[in-house]
């Protein structure tokens, strides 16, 4: 570690282990994002409505979860600061419960239902505790602008990457692991993520530091820290987009396999096209080139915009059934997720900043807007897919009556572009001179 007359720069082992964090949670995460909705109705044998059900009430949870871990990180004094310490207390119960998700006890159908409560509100609460530092690390490692954005770049590079891990081989894992028994795939599944999931946690504690605090202000009263938030207008904006990423976010992904089991007849192709979505690794590289001339506004605005283009693109595949336009949108689509998600981070580290020019270090509660968005968006979501497909008569591993055939394509098509337009207007909002004019590195 380095020390310019910008603030600290890190080194490269800790820079890798920073984002060798984010894909330790993807690999669980994007399992429970992508595939639980239909691990739950068409492998365990819930019913859509009672998922609907169950996401709204774990969502409303994570809501109040992601509050409450933020402020346990804004109260904890520890001799390895505020963040760090999660990693090593949560990493074992979180690899437990994403495990216990996925087992298939032989209990009569309210057991069933009992259980997936019990293990999906248990892994929600952990996946607050384990993801939400990653967040509130970031501006307390350096307070050179540069080194923040590479090491946001590199966080998401790796969670992108293991993103596309998990959605191009999980299907064919479950596959060999199951021998044709989905239960048992999915079982031996999670549990090898799981076992990477729990190295790559605790690497991150051994090699993060956590340097910039201020003890004068680190443990403000939560009076003062509503007081900054309500002046922290860039921090209410970015808190807004990042709901409405993960919004769209969740509707495509639980949406995909079943548009291509249901709709065109092969879910076999659900791995290929999830390969182009490598692409967000492109868009993720292209921040540092970008911010380097334009600002993290236009940046995040133009991210947003390839986004909406290529949903337009995969629209049109969708519509003249074919698949090579629509791979080339969902290749667009992703170039623009990319920058999205990889300045999410860095534009909340911002914010954060911004906080501490207003004389409140608060960067647990400022983060939690991360997971907050993360969960409440992906429950949404859930809850927008789950119920229209009960309201249009889904019913698991049949034939779909084409009500249930149209609102999966609404679902993957029109309400993702509906959600790309808002974000791009909400985003405009975002007054990133207010903290240029304040921030001093």
Do not use: C
Not at 17 to 45: C, E, P, R, W
């Amino acid at each position: 570690m380095a020390k310019t007359t910008a603030g600290w720069v890190t080194r490269w082992p800790e820079r890798i282990s920073y984002g060798l964090s984010d894909a330790a949670d993807n690999l669980v995460f994007q399992m429970m994002t992508t595939y639980l909705l239909f691990f739950y109705t068409d492998v365990y044998g819930l019913s859509a409505s009672a998922v609907a059900i169950l996401f709204v009430v774990a969502r409303v949870a994570d809501v109040a979860e992601s509050f409450i871990i933020g402020v346990m990180i804004d109260r904890t004094h520890s001799k390895f600061g505020k963040s760090r310490p999660f990693f090593l207390w949560y990493a074992f119960p979180y690899v437990i419960f994403a495990v216990l998700t996925f087992i298939t006890p032989d209990f009569s159908y309210g057991g069933k239902l009992a259980w997936a409560y019990f293990t999906y509100l248990g892994l929600g609460f952990l996946y607050t505790a384990v993801n939400l530092p990653i967040t509130s690390i970031l501006p307390t490692m350096s307070q050179n602008s540069r080194e923040l954005t590479l090491l946001g770049v590199i966080r998401q590079f790796f969670g992108s990457l293991v993103q596309i891990i998990v959605a191009v081989f999980t299907l064919p894992l479950v596959a060999l692991f199951g021998k044709g028994n989905q239960q048992a795939g999915f079982l031996g599944t999670i549990i090898l993520f799981g076992i990477i999931s729990l190295i790559l946690i605790l690497n991150t504690f051994i090699h993060v530091r956590e340097r910039y605090a201020n003890p004068n202000i680190a443990h403000q009263p939560l009076r003062s820290v509503a007081a900054m938030i309500r002046k922290n207008q860039p921090w209410i904006v970015i808190s807004v987009s990042i709901f409405m990423y993960w919004l769209v976010t969740s509707i495509k992904n639980q949406t995909t396999i079943y548009y291509f089991k249901y709709v065109l007849g092969n879910e076999n192709l659900v791995p290929l096209a999830n390969g182009f979505t490598f692409t967000s690794l492109i868009g993720v590289l292209l921040i540092m080139r970008i911010t380097g001339t334009q600002s993290k506004k236009r940046t995040m605005m133009g991210g947003i915009l390839a986004a909406f283009v290529g949903q337009i693109v995969i629209a049109l595949g969708v519509y003249l059934s074919n698949m090579p336009t629509l791979f080339g949108g969902i290749f667009i689509n992703s170039i623009g997720n990319g920058i999205i998600i990889g300045l999410v981070s860095i534009m909340i580290a911002d914010t954060i900043r911004y906080g501490v020019s207003m004389g409140v270090q608060a960067e647990g509660i400022l983060a939690s807007t991360d997971d907050f968005g993360v969960n409440f968006g992906l429950g949404v979501g859930g809850l927008i897919t789950a119920g229209v497909f009960h309201i249009s008569g889904y019913v698991a591993n049949q034939t779909q009556n084409s009500a249930t055939i149209t609102m999966i394509d609404v679902n993957y098509v029109w309400i993702p572009l509906v959600i790309y337009a808002a974000m791009y207007f909400v985003m405009r909002l975002y007054d990133e001179q207010r903290i240029l004019d304040e921030i001093k590195e």
